[in-house]
């Protein structure tokens, strides 16, 4: 079969086009050069190998040689996987949105032959459908325009781009900081929350996991009980939704319905390690052994989709479909399906607890059935006239029976893409949950995980790398440089790393890494831009148009979580230019942050951060009491408090980074063999103790 350019590619996204009849290229200088020798307008798709309507245009319009040979004679045509390349997909999202009020993917923009845009949309059906134009209609008139109104096109595109500028430039944001954005952000959300449904806002509905651990943080700061209702309430229904993977674990990106029962079934890496800190922090503020379980069953999930257990290091993504004709078949079930592998007590069991039904909801397919928690199994036991525990034993074998039969079932696609800011945030949230939840392999998959990332993603010369291995290991990698999220997320791993350690290497490497994020993404006027300047001039399209990301979209926001790394960085160094550089990040958008209500919770986490004196937990010992000590420490879940255990002989010397070691008091001071705790805050030690209800007192009045 004839391939195309994109044979060439090392995405997996692009990859799968490599048998299109378009002749398309890669983002590069090659399809501008051609665009402009020819004269051509360009034709931008932008998708992502997980994204379902991507799949559907490319078979419906891409697929077709009719359209192929009206885009191959008009167009230049370039594409784009929007993981591999956020910062063009940033960009051209703002445009479009800007021309359409729309977003999303597949984004379809047409651009000027210097990449200005002038027109663009989403999803566009081959014929007239949906209330929106056919493809061909809108390739033809596109390029008619371009020939004959050119004038018109050049001025709509100087229109476009002046709103890229101002979009996220922080232009007019600034202000000076506030911690009263923390309320601000709080109250938009319990504005938005369902109460009936949990969550926030209507359909669709995305889990906001930032803005959940926000709540969770300042329920555990006050014991606002509104503020528990609605994380506990919004965590408990999502994970008996269909959003939540009844059987193998892992979140489904988001619902298409307010009830978080039918999802779009995609899984994303950065969903889940979100979501898992949610799930984790959830079970310190309430004791709650569900947001535990759940916790776990996101890491067995990750465990055996999303992780390179012989390299370390997490995959992107899972697709939601295998083929083209279905929507979600593999994780759905009908009736018979149901019946072909169960008992029949475990059926009913099953069928109850799970609402599996004749008539399911998948529209495309009536008899398929999203699995989601309908009774709960002392109901079930009561409709059945069983103990709660043979529903339970009944209810576990036929999972097992089930998932069994689902990995026999033709599976969607991992994209083995492994990209350094979404391994960061993993990395930090199996930190987060080994230390809480006391699993070993998980912290071990960490630091593996890291080790990878700093060993080949990282160098000291050049700086980060955005990606550090594709799908097909065969693939021509393409050097793309780290952007701001990979710089971020990757130092606040390192400080995890260190935290969990006491070994000092992951401290300095989170040094160097902030100090190369500020040389290289700093804006003297304050706030962070989202890539670097580059050396080579090489600015193609509206690369050029600076943006300082402040959004949380749906990762969280590369500037806020800047501000956290210089935050958490500043209260191990006491380093007054790291302190000067998050207050001017948190001005750039001060002056606005609070009409961006949930959308910059990182931002208010950042400034919860910041406004609050840094506590440091110094466990010195290494028997059972330390032990005891570091799980009073860990008990309650706040911002900007460390634990770190040490052996009491070399404390100082190897397990402190300089500043924290200068406060703490001298450690040889401290009877040989005795274990101790000693708080810290804000730069000032308290005496040592020895117990572990002591400590508890110590840290409750400190918060």
């Not at 597949?106 to 566009?124: H, M």
Request: glycine share 6%.
């Amino acid at each position: 079969m004839p391939q195309n350019s994109l044979a060439k590619a090392a995405s997996a996204y692009l990859r799968s086009a490599m048998h299109q009849p378009i002749q398309w290229h890669e983002w590069g200088m090659e399809a501008f050069a051609a665009a402009k020798r020819e004269n051509k307008p360009i034709l931008l798709d932008i998708g992502a190998v997980w994204c379902h309507w991507c799949h559907v245009m490319d078979r419906e319009s891409y697929d077709n040689p009719e359209i192929a040979q009206l885009v191959n004679e008009r167009f230049i045509a370039v594409k784009v996987d929007r993981d591999e390349r956020p910062d063009v997909d940033s960009r051209y999202q703002v445009a479009v949105n800007a021309m359409t009020g729309q977003g999303g993917w597949p984004l379809t923009a047409f651009l000027t032959p210097d990449g200005k845009p002038f027109f663009g949309g989403t999803y566009f059906p081959p014929d007239d459908h949906y209330g929106r134009p056919s493809f061909r209609r809108v390739l033809t008139s596109i390029s008619d325009a371009y020939r004959e109104k050119n004038g018109d096109v050049v001025e709509q595109s100087q229109l476009v781009e002046g709103a890229i500028a101002r979009s996220e430039s922080c232009e007019g944001t600034q202000g000076e900081f506030s911690p009263e954005i923390i309320n601000a952000v709080l109250q938009s959300a319990l504005k938005m929350f369902d109460s009936a449904h949990g969550g926030f806002g209507a359909a669709p509905k995305f889990p906001h996991p930032s803005t959940l651990d926000l709540i969770i943080e300042q329920y555990s700061r006050t014991g606002n009980e509104e503020l528990r209702e609605v994380f506990a309430s919004s965590l408990e229904k999502m994970a008996r939704g269909g959003v939540y993977d009844q059987l193998a674990g892992g979140f489904h990106r988001y619902s298409v319905d307010e009830h978080w029962i039918v999802p779009h079934f995609e899984k994303m890496s950065y969903d889940n390690s979100e979501l898992l800190k949610n799930y984790v922090h959830a079970f310190q503020a309430t004791g709650s052994g569900f947001f535990a379980a759940v916790a776990r069953d996101i890491i067995r999930w990750m465990d055996e989709w999303l992780s390179d257990r012989e390299h370390g290091g997490f995959y992107a993504s899972q697709d939601a479909d295998y083929s083209m004709d279905d929507d979600g078949d593999y994780f759905t079930w009908t009736l018979d399906e149901a019946k072909a592998v169960l008992d029949e007590q475990e059926l009913a069991v099953a069928s109850l607890h799970y609402d599996i039904k004749e008539i399911g909801e998948m529209h495309h397919d009536p008899a398929k059935n999203v699995l989601y928690v309908r009774h709960s199994i002392e109901d079930v036991g009561k409709r059945l006239s069983l103990q709660a525990e043979q529903i339970a034993q009944l209810l576990e074998s036929a999972k097992q029976k089930m998932y069994a039969a689902r990995l026999l079932r033709p599976t969607p696609y991992v994209d083995k893409t492994v990209y350094t800011g979404w391994n960061a945030l993993a990395i930090s949230a199996y930190f987060e949950t080994a230390k809480v939840l006391r699993l070993e392999d998980a912290r071990r998959f960490a630091l593996r995980s890291l080790d990878r990332i700093l060993s080949h993603a990282w160098n000291a010369g050049t700086g980060l790398k955005h990606v550090i291995g594709y799908s097909d290991p065969a693939a021509a990698h393409r050097q793309i440089p780290g952007m701001l999220d990979d710089y971020a997320f990757t130092a606040i791993a390192c400080l995890d790393a260190y935290e969990a350690t006491s070994d000092l290497s992951y401290f300095r490497f989170a040094q160097q890494i902030v100090d190369r994020m500020i040389a290289d993404f700093f804006d003297s006027a304050g706030g962070f831009f989202d890539t670097a300047v580059q050396d080579d001039g090489e600015t193609l399209g509206v690369l050029g148009t600076r943006r300082k990301p402040f959004q949380d979209s749906p990762t969280p926001a590369g500037n806020s979580m800047a501000v956290i790394a210089l935050t958490r960085l500043n209260g191990y160094t006491n380093n007054p230019e790291y302190h000067k550089k998050a207050q001017q990040t948190l001005n750039a958008l001060a002056g606005a942050a609070h009409q961006y209500g949930i959308f910059v919770s990182t931002y208010a986490i950042a400034a919860v951060h910041f406004s609050q004196p840094h506590t440091q937990v110094v466990v010195v010992g290494n028997d059972e009491q330390a032990e005891k000590l570091r799980a009073a420490a860990l008990a309650n879940f706040s911002y900007g408090k460390a634990v770190i255990k040490i052996n009491a002989d070399n404390a100082v010397a190897q397990g402190l980074p300089p500043a924290l070691a200068e406060t703490v008091p001298q450690l040889p001071a401290v009877k040989k063999g005795k274990t101790v705790a000693i708080v810290c805050r804000g730069f000032a030690c308290q005496p040592p103790v020895a117990s572990a209800d002591d400590l508890s007192r110590i840290l409750e009045m400190s918060t």
